[in-house]
């Protein structure tokens, strides 16, 4: 038998086994849903120049800064919701002052106080009326006592919820008992939902939120653990690394057991908030903004990183406040366990300036939100806010950055060029419409292919019209058709070839 021939064969036998592979994919069912490439569920294979790579937030302005007598600099543990036309604020005023050998947290106790804001950028304290803070009421303060260390609210969504519980939280550290659960008709004034925490096996010691999870139809909390040791309100000996269990609830009040969240290809490190909630534009995925919490110890470096008495007063008292750091990442999860977290950083601490490259810096607030764009006449962006100039001085602040729609990720082609293909997908709709952006002289194309992956008649490259420009809402056509109907609810692949171009989702379009 020639080589040749023996080569032929081989390459006719890849040939089979590749098809034979595409054609054994399940079809995943989309049906009209916006898709994004934050994770791998969609994609069968990356090829040429092309990768999904991670895309980062631009800094903005300092929207909110913690300078009122009940607030200070240690205010953290944000959530920012999106109600209507109002944006909502919650945060903890709590304060510190660091001197030489020790941090005091004694000026005045932690209050969770309310802000809101009509753009999200500019931000004003009503006068509630609730709280007394030194013989007066004049001030946003919401809630005193329990739970005033890491209060976090949501909106229900639940088509069941009751009008005086429109509004829920879980609140608590384990020498409170553990986590509690919270209601309010109006966001504003809160009250137990009954007198014994509703979730005891934990930490706490983090922000733990909930929300309705209304692609499974169910509560569903991310919580503080530490992966050894021992966490309870008698001993508390943590060990191990910081990290984030969930557990769902059909009434808010009885939780099932915490389960660990598992990752696809990343190591154990210490995760200090979670900040997951369903992205709003595809509530099928569940995107989070963990805050990875990193020891460096001293070095040359460390040194040299900004405020360094200042970094030197904080570690006389705990060497870790001085010369640990804090930076934000991203994951993603389609079920709420399974994640797929980027090991790179979402959002670095920056550049090297006064009140950043510290432990509690980039701490990203709950949620992530839209609101108009920067640059006059460009559609709505999305902001998401983190902390900075925390531990010193008379408060701390909030920073706004801002993400195009979509935007966490891409899959980016350089000029040489690259192709995705997914694998087989069931959608509904008539037009296949793209969010994307190319250089002037960039490109990308759309092929609908078969679930064995072929390409088919009337959908193919060739036929497709050549796409270039930065939207968020283009519409696809092949030949100067648009209408994808004939081909919906039958397995198809998407064919995407890029040049200098990146493509944030997709979504067909009834």
């Excluded at 970094?311 to 870790?320: L, Y």
């Amino acid at each position: 038998m020639s080589a040749c021939f023996t080569r032929f064969a081989l390459i006719c036998l890849l040939t089979c086994l590749c098809v034979d592979s595409l054609s054994a994919a399940e079809p995943l069912s989309i049906g009209s849903r916006r898709e994004l490439f934050i994770d791998d569920a969609l994609v069968e294979r990356v090829t040429g120049a092309a990768e999904i790579r991670l895309q980062h937030p631009t800094p903005r302005e300092v929207v909110f800064r913690f300078d009122q007598p009940w607030e200070g600099s240690s205010s953290g543990y944000h959530t920012i919701i999106q109600d209507g036309d109002l944006y909502r604020l919650y945060y903890r005023g709590s304060h510190i002052e660091v001197s030489q050998g020790r941090i005091s947290t004694g000026s005045h106790k932690p209050f969770y106080c309310y802000a809101e804001s009509k753009d999200g950028i500019h931000w004003t304290r009503p006068e509630l009326g609730i709280v007394e803070f030194q013989g007066s009421k004049k001030n946003n303060i919401i809630l005193e006592g329990l739970g005033t260390h890491n209060f976090a609210p949501f909106k229900d969504e639940n088509p069941g919820c009751k009008p005086d519980a429109q509004y829920k939280a879980l609140a608590g550290l384990q020498n409170e008992g553990g986590l509690h659960a919270f209601q309010s008709a109006d966001g504003i004034h809160w009250k137990l939902m009954q007198e014994k925490p509703v979730i005891t096996k934990g930490a706490f010691d983090s922000q733990n939120l909930a929300f309705w999870d209304a692609d499974q139809k169910t509560y569903r909390t991310y919580f503080r653990v530490f992966t050894g040791g021992v966490t309870t309100s008698k001993i508390w000996k943590p060990e191990g690394d910081r990290a984030i269990q969930t557990a769902t609830s059909a009434d808010f009040l009885s939780w099932t057991p915490g389960i660990d969240l598992i990752y696809a290809d990343s190591p154990s490190e210490e995760l200090y908030t979670n900040q997951v909630k369903p992205y709003f534009r595809a509530p099928h995925i569940r995107v989070g903004f963990p805050a990875r919490y990193v020891e460096r110890g001293w070095s040359e470096s460390m040194r040299a990183l900004p405020d360094p008495k200042r970094r030197e007063m904080r570690a006389s008292s705990v060497e870790r406040y001085g010369t640990a750091l804090s930076e934000g990442l991203l994951m993603a999860s389609r079920d709420g366990i399974h994640f797929k977290r980027w090991n790179e950083a979402f959002l670095r601490p920056g550049i090297e300036r006064t009140g950043t490259w510290q432990y509690g810096h980039q701490f990203i607030a709950e949620n992530v939100v839209e609101t108009l764009s920067s640059l006059p006449g460009a559609p709505h962006e999305l902001s998401l806010y983190a902390a900075e100039d925390y531990w010193h001085g008379k408060g701390g602040a909030l920073r706004r950055y801002s993400l195009r729609m979509d935007g966490f990720t891409s899959v980016h082609a350089s000029m040489k060029g690259g192709e995705l293909v997914t694998r087989p997908l069931l959608f509904s709709g008539n037009a296949l419409s793209i969010n994307f952006s190319t250089s002037a002289a960039g490109s990308l194309w759309v092929e609908l292919q078969d679930e064995a992956g072929q390409p088919i008649k009337g959908f193919t490259l060739n036929d497709c019209a050549e796409l270039f420009g930065d939207t968020l809402d283009r519409k696809v056509s092949w030949k100067q058709n648009a209408d994808v109907s004939s081909l919906a609810g039958k397995p198809v692949r998407l064919r995407f070839k890029l040049k200098d171009a990146d493509l944030y989702s997709f979504q067909f379009q009834k």
